[in-house]
């Protein structure tokens, strides 16, 4: 069992010390108070991933979107300036 880089002896030592420290009767509130932290910290960090992911794929839809459309719009302007070509030389 390895959480945050920490074992079950440290894990173990942790938690005598803050038993001494908080007493028992205020341990669960802490351990509540630190599960409900972690827990907040997760979801916003889900959630910025989420985001991230959006934001992503839109910019990745916008850019095949521009490489679709770019060899469209190259060819009439090249086809109007062939056009001009020919017509001052003739």
Do not use: C, Y
């Amino acid at each position: 069992m390895n959480i945050f880089g920490i074992g079950l002896p440290e894990m173990a030592v942790i938690m005598v010390v803050a038993l001494l420290i908080f007493g028992p009767k205020k341990l669960p509130e802490i351990g509540r108070s630190v599960g409900k932290t972690i827990r907040s910290f997760q979801e916003a960090s889900k959630e910025f991933q989420s985001e991230f992911q959006k934001e992503a794929e839109q910019l990745e839809e916008a850019v095949k979107t521009t490489a679709e459309l770019e060899p469209k719009q190259i060819e009439p302007a090249k086809s109007q300036h062939d056009a001009a070509n020919s017509s001052q030389v003739g």
